[in-house]
């Protein structure tokens, strides 16, 4: 009982992980710009192929398969640099002014887009790159069999992410500025803080950030088309539990579902898809704001 | 105020005026210039893994059809439509595609909640429909139809088969487990396999049912618990991108070292997983296809066909496409058939379908025979997953074609009250093994 | 004003009508849309209220399924309707009871995860639904008249075109009602409105449970009119579309929700005809465009060539 | 004397460090007209927000009509007559003039009709003949956006007397109103509450108004209630020159 509690925590941590890095980039640029980002999941899809694009190409010159880890990392820069700007500047800019409504669907119509695009470049036959997860190796738990990729790698990232970006956050000029800016865009405005700039800034960094998603998940599943919009919801799950903007609220809501998850297909199988929604429903009866999230002052 | 109303009434007719070009009513008994095909595959979503090889294999057929004269001597053209929007876009593609396009007969659909909604429509709309590739045995189970016919097997051959292949090369299991997707398939073909297995093999116990949701991008709790679990044999009907990334994850994780894995399914996966398949998995096709069949290998339709697929396409064809094949060679039989019975004319559609019905016909792999209830009646090819240096993925050896007798329940039976009458007695009829060939 | 959209609605029902009549095939596409166009109505009271509901699809698949379930022992159409939506109203008032105490990501996120786990009931309860194999709903009769194929169709595209008339007259009533501009004073300032001695929540628990009603209305329409339910009714880029369509049409006018259902469903039709393979972007596209150059959907369009061009005749 | 209207005792409240209310007792009278002046920050409006229950204090009492309203909710307050307007006037952007005085007079005289238009017959003729007495009548289709300043203070206090309310608590009204027009509008103003015999409270910086129209001046100052009694006296008063005019004046001389 006690091993099989450990590996339901071990299973549910690096689920926690995955969820995390999925949901963390649409969390910070939700803070921010409040836009609800539909297109974060084609992000995600995107930064994954780009990912096994990069892995197969190293394969195929021949490089060390131990170019394939940092190969991840370049993949989502290389979409957080070309895709934020390009949609931020042509798309997103010009409808910060209207109703939040119609900034959502603005995302929307670029996923449905986006979903096509995937399609055209990378076709749907399902794709895999597991050079990372193999250049890693296993490590054993009792005589369960882990991947490295996923027990410490995966965790290790998703926790550096965390701290990086609270550090950032906390610490540097930028990240104070967005800071201020996510709890009170006005205030920020009108101490002359340039909007534009930290909106342009976050929205890359969080579109990196979701590619940074896909791109470690690619090396554990195959990339199929449709593969985005399971992430979509699910990382609106999390945005919403975890209070408007809250990274820490986001990883405290990633670990309650992946531990609640791995507890469902351990104990209760039937109730593993409804997990997020549960704790959901469960968080905004006890706390309407999220987790973290305070009450944004009742204006009269 | 006269000229606003004008400018309305103009408008309005603009509207209308796109829409009354297109209808065009087509109950052509006399010789078509052309044969409207209208096929619904999935072009988008994750089962176009099935969908899009489907169509490349219908755009290559019909091209190969067309040059060698097409049916009865006119030629085809395929009209194809996305299912992945779901039923009520699907109905409305349907009715377009009959009512204004005027196609001569359908090619319907890959999930069988489609084929389920298609089929009356084809009823109500007296088209011509062949069922191409979905698998539930409802349809004429629960239902008859005059225009609804289906070129491949259903779900109870597909899911007998592997049992009694199973029960066959491994007769001392005694522990399961299954990981299915959570939708109508995974619940189906489980349900199938537990009620077969019970009256086959009684006394197995089943360890764990894992249904991770549709879509999962992550099996490792799963492949956790079934480490832990340790059973015989672990059984999944999953397919696509799904049973790839199962595969992997359990690779990477030593769980084919324990459990014997039964995939009937994993045919359509084998070029994708490459070696990491190891040898020794329990592999299906939803049927009596494969490239590398055993009795058809080396006759000129697969050769050529695998050759010119593969050409095209750069890749080994699946099942999908020999379910394409199977319901374009039908389509063809039955119209030549007809018109040979018709003294040289074109037949109406009732004609068709009554020839549909009972139709023997050959395709890439073999011949098959249309039953009189629309089912049609295929071989299971069964095998076991062997490496071989001439290919970079697995091949299937000690291959067992199962008869459709001893795994299809008779017309007129359900057959999952059907498979519940299986005895012991089953696994010994199998027919030997066929051993791979390079 | 008013009169004008009565001669456009009047319009419209004889242009719907009339391509049922010259395009067989399109009858059953403009059926589907103008069930939509009841459902996104519901869509845009709680747009008025700024309220984005992303679970609609919810109350869509309640009515579908309640048709599916009931059809055995309740055969007539006229009677499936009004059970459908009384339904949907039923769930719609105890879930609104919730989920009117929340605002904005939350309450959109709220209404999300309740279809979502409705889906997921839908799927699992596989003895009961037959998962995403759906249920089959024979056609029902229509007022005790067992019709055939044609004069059915047309008759529910008839029912459908008299709900969307006469609830889209009821809903234009309700808008310029207290309850309806009490619902505009939310989205500005709903604390105003408590100091109006109004409850915000009560307020918007009305319009939630009439879209409710209206959305399990749309999805019984639509499960007589395709006779096949699957739990993809449930399903979130459901609800995601007809927000889609109701920014589309345009919250202007009552008119709007059916305007963009209509033109949704006939893009939709067409991408598909001419590219099977890229129809999403086609979709994506449209939308994007109207949103960036036309931010008050179709209707705001109708009225800035149209209506302009009236004021100057 | 007979009982008041309104009846604070030893209200207290605090944000962070700073003592808004500490101890205040202040009492209105019926049919009187109240000013409470003070400088910046002194905590009027919080005296206005935790009568009409938007804040809750943190000590103290309430008594409305000698029933005790502590901490209920805004509306519950409403329903009992106590109505109030706004320093910034933040009316429902996208209706008109009209359409905002007649939710308020929906509100009081039955607000749960749907299928009804709110500007029915007696809704808007109600709502007229307020904007009438606030001198607002050929402004009732603008669209609330497109008001100056001065308009909008009137619609908001017409919004407010359109509840009908016993008391009347009204923020600055004269803030923002171009000193020119601020007699203009007071004259209004008061003329409708004194038709209507509304009793009234309103926070002002400006002495002159306060000197015009108040029937009665509290100065708060430091959370407490310094004195309060007729306007020349108290604005007479040295300690109240120095504490609160002083100060005042200064500051709208910078």
């Known amino acids: 009982m006690a091993l099989l509690l450990l590996l339901a925590v071990l299973d549910g941590l690096a689920y926690a992980a995955q969820v995390f890095m999925v949901a963390v980039g649409l969390t910070l640029i939700f803070g921010v710009l409040r836009v609800l980002n539909v297109a974060h999941g084609s992000f995600f899809a995107i930064g994954g192929y780009v990912a096994a694009s990069l892995g197969a190409a190293i394969a195929a010159a021949g490089f060390s398969s131990a170019l394939a880890l940092p190969a991840l990392l370049l993949a989502s820069a290389i979409v957080g640099a070309l895709l934020g700007p390009l949609i931020e500047r042509l798309i997103l800019a010009r409808i910060y002014d209207k109703e939040q409504v119609l900034q959502l669907l603005v995302t929307f119509a670029l996923f449905m887009i986006l979903e096509d695009v995937q399609k055209l470049i990378w076709g749907v036959q399902p794709i895999f790159q597991d050079a990372p997860v193999r250049s890693l190796g296993q490590v054993a738990v009792g005589d369960i069999v882990y991947t490295v990729y996923q027990l410490y790698l995966l965790p290790g990232v998703a926790l550096a992410v965390l701290v990086g970006l609270m550090w950032f956050l906390r610490r540097t000029l930028t990240g104070r500025v967005i800071v201020a800016v996510t709890e009170d865009r006005e205030a920020a405005t009108a101490l002359g803080i340039d909007a534009d700039r930290v909106y342009l800034f976050t929205f890359t960094f969080g579109v990196a950030l979701a590619a940074l998603g896909g791109a470690l998940a690619s090396p554990t599943t195959s990339l199929v088309p449709g593969i985005g919009v399971n992430m979509i919801v699910l990382s609106f799950a999390v945005v919403a539990t975890a209070g408007l903007g809250q990274i820490e609220g986001a990883a405290l809501t990633a670990l309650l579902i992946g531990l609640g998850r791995s507890v469902a297909v351990y104990f209760a199988p039937e109730f593993e898809v409804v997990i997020p929604y549960l704790i959901m429903v469960a968080v905004l009866l006890v706390r309407p704001h999220g987790l973290f999230g305070r009450p944004q002052l009742r204006r009269v | ?438 | 004003m008013m009169p004008r959209a009565t001669i456009v609605a009047l319009l419209g029902t004889v242009g719907i009508l009339a391509a049922a009549a010259l395009a067989p095939w399109l009858k059953f596409v403009l059926t589907v849309a103008l069930a939509k166009g009841l459902a996104v109505m519901g869509i845009l009271l709680l747009l008025r209220a700024g309220q984005v509901s992303f679970g609609h699809a919810l109350y869509l698949s309640i009515g579908a399924y309640t048709v599916a379930f009931l059809r055995p022992a309740v055969p007539d159409l006229l009677v499936l309707l009004p059970l459908a939506a009384a339904v949907a109203l039923g769930v719609g008032l105890v879930i609104g009871l919730f989920v009117a105490r929340y605002r904005d990501i939350f309450f959109g996120m709220l209404n999300l995860a309740f279809s979502m786990v409705f889906h997921s009931l839908l799927e699992k309860l596989y003895a009961i639904t037959k998962g995403t194999d759906g249920i089959r709903v024979f056609r029902p009769t229509v007022a005790g008249f067992a019709l055939e194929r044609l004069p059915y169709e047309w008759a529910v595209l008839g029912l459908a075109l008299l709900l969307a008339l006469g609830l889209g007259w009821l809903a234009a009533r309700f808008l310029v009602s207290p309850l309806g501009q009490a619902l505009v004073a939310i989205k500005t300032r709903e604390t105003r409105l408590e100091f109006a001695g109004v409850s915000a929540r009560r307020v918007l628990l009305v319009a939630y449970a009439a879209s409710a009603a209206l959305g399990g209305l749309a999805g019984a329409l639509l499960a007589c009119t395709t006779l096949h339910v699957t739990p993809h009714l449930a399903y979130w880029t459901q609800s995601g579309e007809l927000v889609f369509i109701a920014i589309l049409g345009g919250g202007g006018s009552i008119l709007g929700p059916y305007l963009g259902s209509v033109v949704y469903e006939l893009v939709r039709v067409y991408a598909a005809a001419a590219l099977p393979d890229a129809w999403q972007m086609v979709l994506g596209a449209v939308l994007l465009g109207i949103i960036l150059f036309a931010s008050r959907g179709l209707w705001g369009l109708y009225e800035d060539l149209v209506m302009r061009g009236w004021r100057r005749a | 004397m007979s009982e008041p209207l309104l009846s604070a005792r030893g209200l207290a409240i605090a944000f962070g460090g700073v003592r808004a209310a500490d101890g205040v007792d202040l009492d209105v009278a019926e049919g009187e007209i109240l000013a409470i002046i003070g400088p910046n920050g002194a905590g009027k409006t919080t005296f206005i927000n935790m009568t009409t229950g938007y804040l809750r204090p943190q000590a103290g009492r309430i008594l409305f009509g000698g029933e005790d309203i502590t901490g209920l909710a805004p509306r519950a307050i409403v329903r009992r007559g106590i109505a109030r307007s706004f320093q910034i006037p933040q009316l429902f952007a996208e209706q008109t003039v009209i359409e905002n005085v007649a939710l308020k007079v929906a509100a009081r005289r039955g607000f749960w009709r749907a299928f009804t238009p709110l500007l029915d017959h007696t809704t808007a003729s109600e709502a007229m003949r307020l904007l009438e007495q606030v001198g607002l009548a050929q402004l009732a289709t603008a669209r609330a956006t497109e008001l100056n300043e001065g308009a909008r203070k009137l619609t908001d206090v017409a919004m407010a007397m359109a509840l009908e309310p016993r008391l009347l608590l009204m923020d600055e009204p004269t803030s923002g109103v171009a000193s020119a027009e601020k007699f203009a509008v007071m004259d209004t103003l008061v003329g409708a509450l004194r038709a209507r015999r509304t009793t009234a409270v309103f926070v002002e910086h400006d002495m002159e108004v306060v000197e015009r129209y108040a029937d009665r001046v509290a100065v708060w100052s430091q959370g407490k209630i310094l004195v309060a009694g007729p306007p020349r006296e108290v604005l007479a008063d040295p300690a109240v020159l120095r504490e609160v005019i002083g100060v005042e004046t200064a500051h709208a001389g910078a």
């Not at chain 2, 909640?113 to 698998?135: F, K, N």
């Not at chain 2, 064809?317 to 039955?334: D, E, W």
């Not at chain 2, 291959?399 to 519940?420: C, H, S």
Request: some cysteine; proline content about 7%.
């Open chain 2, 1 to 438: 105020m006269l000229t606003s109303t004008r400018r309305h009434v103009l408008s309005a007719t603009a509207a209308l005026a796109v829409p009354a070009l297109l209808p065009r009513s087509a109950i052509a008994q006399r010789r078509p210039s052309e044969l409207k095909v209208g096929i619904s595959t999935f072009l988008s979503g994750p089962a176009s893994v099935f969908g899009v090889p489907g169509r490349n294999a219908a755009d290559l057929l019909i091209e190969q059809m067309n040059r060698a004269g097409g049916i009865g001597g006119v030629p085809v053209r395929s009209i194809v439509i996305d299912e992945a929007p779901g039923v009520d876009f699907l109905l409305g593609e349907c009715r377009r595609l009959v009512q204004n396009e005027g196609v001569d007969a359908m090619l319907a659909s890959i999930s069988s909640g489609s084929c389920l909604a298609v089929a009356p429509l084809a009823e109500q709309l007296r088209m011509p429909t062949i069922l191409w590739d979905c698998g539930t045995q409802r349809i004429f189970e629960e239902a008859s139809y005059r225009y609804a016919v289906r070129t491949q097997a259903n779900a109870v051959p597909e899911i007998v088969a592997p049992l009694l292949y199973l029960a066959k090369v491994r007769p001392d299991f005694r522990t399961l487990a299954v990981v299915n997707q959570d939708y109508a398939w995974g619940r189906d073909s489980w349900a199938i396999w537990k009620a077969a297995m019970d009256a086959v093999k009684p006394g197995v116990r089943v360890v764990a049912e894992l249904f991770p949701r549709f879509g999962a991008t992550d099996f490792s709790t799963e492949i956790t618990r079934l480490l832990a679990l340790r059973p015989d044999v672990i059984f999944s009907t999953s397919w696509g991108g799904e049973l790839d990334t199962f595969i992997r994850q359990a690779a990477e994780r030593r769980l084919f070292e324990r459990s014997t894995f039964v995939l009937p399914l994993a045919e359509s996966s084998l070029e994708r997983v490459g070696k990491t398949l190891p040898e020794g998995v329990i592999v299906g096709a939803r049927g009596d296809h494969w490239f590398l069949h055993p009795t058809a290998k080396d006759t000129p339709l697969l050769r050529d066909f695998v050759q010119s697929y593969r050409s095209r396409f750069n890749l080994y064809p699946i099942y999908p496409t020999f379910h394409m094949a199977q319901a374009l060679f039908a389509l063809k039989a039955a119209y030549e058939k007809a018109i040979a019975a018709n003294g040289g004319t074109w037949p109406s559609r009732e004609q068709l379908m009554d020839t549909l019905r009972g139709l023997e016909f050959d395709h890439l792999t073999g011949r098959m025979k249309i039953r009189e209830d629309g089912q049609g009646l295929e071989p299971m090819l069964i095998g076991m997953t062997k490496h071989v240096p001439e290919y970079p993925f697995p091949v299937i050896d000690r291959m067992v074609l199962f008869p459709p007798e001893l795994t299809m329940n008779p017309i007129g039976t359900k057959g999952l009250d059907w498979v519940r009458l299986l005895t012991p007695a089953a696994v010994q009829r199998a027919p030997a093994e066929i051993p791979y060939r390079a």
